[in-house]
């Protein structure tokens, strides 16, 4: 697996490794992790955004 440093401050990386060690994970699944998590959310903010227009009719078409 390739691998790349990421800056972070000292605080923020001490509570992720106090953080990796509370779930028993390594700090890099940690913040895989953190990233699959923030995705998810982005993607539920999206889905509660109503549907535009075009949305709707492509929607509402009929194919048939």
Same mark, same amino acid.
């Given at each position: 697996m390739q691998s790349t440093s990421v800056r972070i401050d000292v605080a923020t990386h001490r509570e992720l490794k106090r953080l %990796? %060690?509370?779930l028993?994970?390594?700090?890099g699944d940690t913040v895989a992790l953190a990233v699959r998590r923030l995705?998810?959310?982005?993607?539920?903010v999206d889905l509660r955004d109503d549907l535009s227009a075009e949305e709707v009719d492509w929607l509402d078409a009929d194919f048939g």
């Open positions: %990796a %060690a509370s028993g994970a390594s700090v995705r998810q959310d982005r993607i539920g």
